[in-house]
C-alpha cells in the first residue's frame, strides 16, 4: 500500500508539471489573433500610411500624433513616434502592413502547432496514469545524473607525465 502512495505521488508530481505547460500553451493558444483581426489592422495600418504619404508636408517631426482627413472625408487620428521624419514613419506603417498580413496567412500554422503540443501533452498525462510501476515512470523521466557525469569528463583531460597526474582543461 505505501508503495502505491508513493507511486501516486510521483504520478500527481509529474502531472502537475505537465498541467502547468498545458496551461501556459492555451494561454498562448487563445491570445493568439484571429486572421480577420489581422488583416484588419493590417489594412489600418496600410490606410494610415497612404494617408501619410499624401499629406508629408503636414508632418512635423515632433508631433506625436497628426488629424488628418481621409479620402472619404472623415478625421482620422494618426499616431506618430516623435523624432523620426515623415518618410521613415510612412516605411514603418507600410512594413507593419506587410508583416501582419504575413502574419494572418501564416497563423493557422502557429494555431496547429500549439494544438498539437497541448494534445501531445495530454495524452502523456493519460500514458502516466496508466504506469503502474515505478520503474515504468523512471521509462518515461529518466534522471539527468549520466548528462552530469558526461559534462565534467569533458572539462578536461588526464595525462600521466613521469607518474605525474596531470589534468588540462578549464
Do not use: C, M, W
Not at 498545458?22 to 491570445?31: A, H, R
Not at 488583416?39 to 500610411?49: A, I, V
Not at 512594413?95 to 495530454?122: D, P, V, Y
Request: charged share 35%; net charge positive.
Amino acid at each position: 500500500q505505501q508503495v502505491k502512495k508513493e507511486l501516486d505521488n510521483i504520478k500527481n508530481q509529474h502531472i502537475k508539471r505537465i498541467n502547468k505547460r498545458v496551461k501556459k500553451l492555451t494561454s498562448i493558444l487563445d491570445k493568439l489573433d484571429t486572421p480577420e483581426k489581422l488583416l484588419q489592422k493590417s489594412q489600418t495600418n496600410y490606410n494610415d500610411g497612404n494617408l501619410l504619404l499624401a499629406n508629408l508636408q503636414k508632418i512635423n517631426t515632433y508631433e506625436k500624433e497628426i488629424v488628418l482627413e481621409d479620402f472619404d472625408g472623415n478625421e482620422v487620428k494618426i499616431p506618430l513616434e516623435s523624432g523620426k521624419p515623415a518618410n521613415v514613419q510612412v516605411d514603418t506603417l507600410f512594413t507593419k502592413a506587410k508583416k501582419l498580413n504575413r502574419k494572418a496567412e501564416q497563423i493557422h500554422i502557429e494555431k496547429e502547432g500549439l494544438e498539437s503540443k497541448i494534445n501531445f501533452l495530454q495524452q502523456f498525462i493519460a500514458v502516466i496514469e496508466r504506469a503502474e510501476t515505478k520503474h515504468q515512470l523512471q521509462i518515461l523521466f529518466p534522471k539527468s545524473e549520466r548528462k552530469k557525469n558526461e559534462e565534467t569528463q569533458k572539462n578536461y583531460e588526464t595525462f600521466l607525465i613521469n607518474g605525474q597526474r596531470v589534468l588540462l582543461g578549464k
